[in-house]
Structure formats: structure tokens, C-alpha cells
Nanobody, 126 residues
Framework: QVQLVESGGGLVQAGGSLRLSCATS????????MAWFRQVPGQEREFVAA????????YYKDSVKGRFTISRDNPKNTMYLQMNSLKPEDTAIYYC???????????????????WGQGTQVTVSS
């Protein structure tokens, strides 16, 4: 079994930064493609960013491109999301996800991911 635990969320003012972490355990972390999604209560979970198992390929939601950076440290079994220039519309619960068999071009689809964390709250005040 694979377990994912997010951390690093909190309250920050607009224009500030946060760094989210996703710690993983179980099986082989380095073989999993991973992603960050976010969700506002009552709305659909939306794709934020994804990263290949090696870290060589990254993908971003258009609205966060240039502001957010996804990365991973396989020896530490941890994935990160550096969020800069935060906006109030970034407020959401952020979830990390992992897939052992993600097909190319489908990284933005939530149903392609097998494992999910419990989420960490990010609140951006104006």
C-alpha cells in the first residue's frame, strides 16, 4: 500500500509564498508519477501540477504557470509544490496524488491517480 501525507499549508497574505510537501511511504516512490490537485468545497477537484517519476517532465495548470513549481526528491520520498505570488483564488485544499501507471497525456485527469493524501488547507487573504 502507498500512503501520502501533505503538509505546509496555512494562511498567507496575497503575494506571499508557501511550500507544500507530500511525504510518501510504501512500495517504490521513485516509480510513481505524482501530481498536485486542489479543491474548494462544493466544487470539482482540479489539476494543479504533475511530475514524472524521474522529475524530468513537469506540467502545470495555465493559471499557476510561472508562479508554482513542482519538484520531487526521490531519495527523501517527498514531492514539493513551491507556490509564489499567491492569490486569493488559490485558496483551496491541496491534495497530492500518485500513479503507478500514468499514461502520457493524461496527467491532468484525477481518475488516473491511484493514491491520494488527505489534503492540506491553503488560505490566501487579500
Amino acid at each position: 500500500q502507498v500512503q501520502l501525507v501533505e503538509s505546509g499549508g496555512g494562511l498567507v497574505q496575497a503575494g506571499g509564498s508557501l511550500r507544500l510537501s507530500c511525504a510518501t511511504s510504501g512500495r517504490t516512490f521513485s516509480s510513481y508519477a505524482m501530481a498536485w490537485f486542489r479543491q474548494v468545497p462544493g466544487q470539482e477537484r482540479e489539476f494543479v501540477a504533475a511530475i514524472s517519476w524521474s522529475g524530468g517532465s513537469t506540467y502545470y495548470k495555465d493559471s499557476v504557470k510561472g508562479r508554482f513549481t513542482i519538484s520531487r526528491d526521490n531519495p527523501k520520498n517527498t514531492m514539493y509544490l513551491q507556490m509564489n505570488s499567491l492569490k486569493p483564488e488559490d485558496t483551496a485544499i491541496y491534495y497530492c496524488a500518485a500513479s503507478s501507471s500514468l499514461y502520457s497525456g493524461r496527467h491532468y485527469l484525477s481518475n488516473e491517480y491511484d493514491y491520494w493524501g488527505q489534503g492540506t488547507q491553503v488560505t490566501v487573504s487579500s
